[in-house]
């Protein structure tokens, strides 16, 4: 699996491209940041980081995109732009039919480091151990878009199987009621057949 993790922001746009399945050895395929000019207008800056995305796309073909869910922050303002910046990659992911999952913050740091509060120190270290790097990826946004690559090849056995299970008790329980509906039923009070009347017959 070829996937590209994509660690939103306007100023900074985390990019980097990871190949491989869980269990094994995993590959760096590509790592860099699509950068925009603080004081262009926000407009400007959205269409050079979809530019930066379409020629991500283009050069490494991923079979998926895994974006950083966005979370609420104290600075809105920041909060806006790196959600600004995740709907343009997920807007060129689908464009292209490429699929697009999100993980959040805590889960990335969790799947790479085992600590959902790990550091960036932390992530940066572990990314580089695992796909075998001389030195940390700078900024630390590059090493953050690896570790989100990371997180979705480790974690997308487990979704898939997790998915079939839902699908087939999905499929097993068609045609017959759900447990709400089963409860539902039971508490309606019964109904008896009205009386039946016969005709009346012709008077003598």
């Not at 079979?63 to 997920?90: C, K």
């Not at 998915?163 to 039971?186: F, K, V």
């Amino acid at each position: 699996m070829r996937v590209l993790g994509v660690d939103p922001g306007l100023t900074r746009c985390g990019v980097g491209v990871v190949e491989g399945t869980a269990g094994r050895p995993l590959t760096m395929l590509g790592v860099g940041v699509v950068r925009t000019p603080a004081d262009a207008d926000t407009p400007v800056r959205l269409v050079g980081i979809e530019e930066g995305m379409e020629a991500w796309l283009d050069e490494y073909r991923p079979e998926l995109v895994a974006v950083e869910r966005v979370f609420s922050q104290h600075n809105v303002r920041t909060v806006m732009g790196t959600a600004q910046a995740s709907a343009v990659a997920m807007l060129c992911a689908a464009r292209r039919g490429i699929p697009v999952a999100l993980h959040t913050p805590s889960e990335v740091k969790a799947a790479v480091t085992g600590s959902g509060r790990a550091d960036k120190a932390q992530v940066g270290a572990m990314v580089t151990r695992l796909l075998r790097l001389d030195a940390p990826p700078k900024p630390a946004d590059a090493a953050d878009a690896l570790a989100l690559a990371i997180c979705h090849i480790w974690r997308a056995p487990a979704q898939n199987r997790l998915q079939q299970a839902a699908a087939a008790h999905a499929a097993g329980r068609r045609g017959t009621a759900s447990p709400a509906e089963a409860l539902l039923a039971a508490r309606r009070p019964a109904r008896t057949p009205s009386a039946v009347r016969s005709p009346k017959g012709p008077t003598a």
